[in-house]
């Protein structure tokens, strides 16, 4: 089996890297890839799939591939995987129509509303002049939304109504996130602990991974602005059984059904968001695609093979893969660039211990990093590492990630210095077994 996976991040390193790990795949593609996919397989970095899918068709027909896994947003929302799937082609990942989910934030609002699925008390607007009778239909504190897609910092979680207005203002008058801020949502802020669920689905028929939960906030102890994610650990702490059945009843289900009652095929992954709050599992948002940074140590604990998920999922059938899972628990820590999230620093040298083998069970996972004029690895975006490590205890994973960052180094590297042990505060789960 030849597979292509579109992307250039930490996620699409961890999909590539589980690909190389089966027996069943001759060749692993990035595309565009970065230089910690490039140890793994060839990468195509001379193509656009959004931009050129005509030629990227043709290109995986010429190269006889079987598989395309798309990994980032961006190419789901812009039909990719329609475009593949007309031509012949399997594709893992929904088509535009279902990916509306994630790439409109007032669109899977409405659905939510429409299905009853449990989410914020909340508002929509494309007009300063709605402003303030949107406020004053919600709570004091509010969490302010861009609709469209913003990489995952179009989220400001507002302390009070003249914050809630600044970010408003800034997103429908200023621009500060062009055109995916000309719908902004409003919503009351919900406080809990985030929980990630991660579900391969197609139609109704769904395979639920591990728990995973992430950091978004910037800085230690939660606080700073929302961000793509600084690490996250598999499995989650917060939730257990009762919780997850609950979930599957509550959340899960009644959105795959409300997607076939709305005639919408999706085929690919569902990561619902959720906030654990007093009332229950509230959706904070949907993704399409699998998370990052939950990606990382969600699939570094997995033992079967990548290719029997794809091959289930093609065939509309992805619970009936054959799943199994190494009990050790795993975390990842994101190594991010100075001015991130709004400004990222770019072009410093990396050096340290940036690769690792294909067996290892630590692995440096390259999200924002490129090769320089000279051959060395440099810095290219925000987010450049996210080492990862599986041990018997998830103090232990911790240990093993942070003794390895600090191995890295790049001028203005920055990271938390609490993922892993933020989660104690709100450590309601049974056992970690179950997952």
């Known amino acids: 089996m030849k597979v292509v996976v579109i992307g250039s991040g930490g996620r699409e390193h961890a999909i590539c890297l589980q690909l190389a790990r089966s027996p069943r795949v001759t060749e692993v593609i990035a595309c565009p890839g970065n230089p910690g996919t490039a140890r793994l397989g060839r990468c195509w970095n001379q193509i656009d799939p959004i931009v050129q899918i005509d030629a990227f068709i043709e290109r995986c027909k010429a190269e006889q591939i079987d598989h395309v896994v798309i990994g980032p947003e961006a190419p789901l929302v812009a039909g990719v995987a329609d475009r593949l799937r007309g031509a012949g082609i399997a594709a893992f990942g929904p088509g535009a129509a279902a990916a509306r989910l994630e790439g409109s934030k007032a669109y899977s609002k409405q659905f939510m509303d429409r299905h009853q699925i449990p989410t914020a008390i909340h508002r929509t607007i494309d007009h300063i002049d709605d402003l303030e009778a949107a406020l004053d239909a919600l709570p004091p504190q509010v969490v302010v939304k861009a609709s469209g897609l913003a990489a995952g910092?179009?989220?400001?979680?507002?302390?009070d109504r003249p914050q809630a207005r600044q970010a408003a203002t800034a997103m429908l008058v200023e621009g500060s996130f062009g055109e995916s801020g000309r719908v902004v949502v409003l919503e009351e802020r919900m406080h809990g602990p985030e929980v990630s669920i991660l579900a391969i689905v197609d139609g109704t028929d769904a395979l639920l991974l591990p728990t995973a939960q992430d950091h978004k906030p910037l800085l230690d102890g939660n606080i700073g602005p929302n961000t793509g994610g600084m690490g996250a650990f598999c499995p989650g702490t917060v939730i257990g059984s009762a919780d997850l059945d609950t979930i599957r009843r509550t959340i899960i289900e009644p959105t795959l059904e409300g997607l076939v009652a709305d005639q919408i095929e999706y085929s690919g992954v569902l990561y619902a968001g959720l906030m654990m709050t007093k009332s229950g599992p509230r959706v904070l948002e949907y993704n399409c695609r699998l998370g990052d940074p939950e990606t990382q140590p969600v699939l570094l604990r997995l033992t079967s093979d990548f290719a029997d998920i794809l091959e289930a999922t093609a065939d509309h059938a992805p619970s009936s893969a054959s799943v199994t899972w190494d009990p050790r628990p795993s975390l990842c820590l994101v190594l991010a660039s100075d001015g991130y999230p709004a400004a990222p620093r770019k072009g410093q040298l990396i050096e340290g211990g940036i690769f690792s083998g294909v067996d290892d069970d630590i692995q440096v996972f390259h999200a924002g990093t490129t090769t320089g004029p000279d051959g060395n690895c440099v810095v290219s975006g925000g987010?450049?590492?996210?080492?990862?490590?599986?041990?018997?205890?998830?103090?232990?994973?911790?240990?093993?990630?942070?003794?390895?960052a600090a191995q890295i180094q790049f001028d203005g590297k920055i990271c938390r210095t609490d993922i892993g042990t933020y989660q104690e505060t709100y450590n309601i789960s049974e056992s970690l077994e179950q997952q």
Request: aromatic content about 4%; glycine content about 6%; overall charge positive.
């Open 153 to 159: 910092k179009g989220v400001i979680v507002c302390e």
């Open 383 to 404: 987010r450049v590492l996210g080492v990862t490590a599986l041990a018997d205890s998830l103090e232990d994973a911790k240990k093993r990630v942070y003794d390895r």
